[in-house]
T-cell receptor, first 115, second 114 residues
Framework: DAGVIQSPRHEVTEMGQEVTLRCKPISGHDYLFWYRQTMMRGLELLIYFNNNVPIDDSGMPEDRFSAKMPNASFSTLKIQPSEPRDSAVYFC?????????????FGPGTRLTVT | AQKITQTQPGMFVQEKEAVTLDCTYDTSDPSYGLFWYKQPSSGEMIFLIYQGSYDQQNATEGRYSLNFQKARKSANLVISASQLGDSAMYFCAMREGGTDKLIFGTGTRLQVFP
């Protein structure tokens, strides 16, 4: 079975540009999570969805960040406008409510560099 | 207060030896789950093992076992017969019963040498 798929794997952009990160969760999973990983702050949860509905976006740093999940097999994380401090690895993860403790399975991540 | 604490920033172990990576947690929720993830240098986060707070026995998955000591609030990862491919960052995480969120520790970098 395919795991969580993220694209692009690497993104280099200039400050002020719009960036869109994409995620396809594991088929049948009903939870989707977006994380950001930096050396300074470690792994941070940005937002998560249950059955395509955003449940908690308290980790989204500011209004420049937005996330959508138009259907069960696709989600986007958008940054507009991007800033150098947004440089990080962004992970998408999915899980199933069927699993007792809902272990999360991560995608390979998108390494974002904003210059 | 930190909910998940990993006090070992780095650990070394010789190939074929066992190693224990420490994790302590803090919660007042009687229902919770504890997880370990591996992050090799390639960057992906790989789920290894989990333990529920009500599980009577320690979880095991192949060479990985979770030494769960509830009274001490510790959930140490034991890797038996270390291999060079075990060199990676290892993260401990917790999910409390009332939420869907995982809280991660700061990680331990394990290096396995021949």
């Amino acid at each position: 079975d395919a795991g969580v798929i993220q694209s692009p794997r690497h993104e280099v952009t200039e400050m002020g540009q719009e960036v869109t990160l994409r995620c396809k969760p594991i088929s049948g999973h009903d939870y989707l999570f977006w994380y950001r990983q930096t050396m300074m702050r470690g792994l941070e949860l940005l937002i998560y969805f249950n059955n395509n509905v955003p449940i908690d976006d308290s980790g989204m740093p500011e209004d420049r960040f937005s996330a959508k999940m138009p259907n069960a097999s696709f989600s986007t994380l958008k940054i507009q406008p991007s800033e150098p401090r947004d440089s990080a690895v962004y992970f998408c993860a999915s899980s199933s409510a069927v699993d007792t403790w809902g272990e999360q399975y991560f995608g390979p991540g998108t390494r974002l560099t904003v210059t | 207060a930190q909910k998940i604490t990993q006090t070992q920033p780095g650990m070394f172990v010789q190939e074929k030896e066992a190693v224990t990576l420490d994790c302590t947690y803090d919660t007042s929720d009687p229902s919770y789950g504890l997880f370990w993830y591996k992050q090799p240098s390639s960057g992906e986060m790989i789920f290894l093992i989990y333990q529920g707070s009500y599980d009577q026995q320690n979880a095991t998955e192949g060479r990985y076992s979770l030494n769960f000591q509830k009274a001490r609030k510790s959930a140490n990862l034991v890797i038996s017969a270390s291999q060079l491919g075990d060199s990676a960052m290892y993260f401990c995480a917790m999910r409390e019963g009332g939420t869907d969120k995982l809280i991660f520790g700061t990680g331990t970098r394990l290096q396995v040498f021949p």
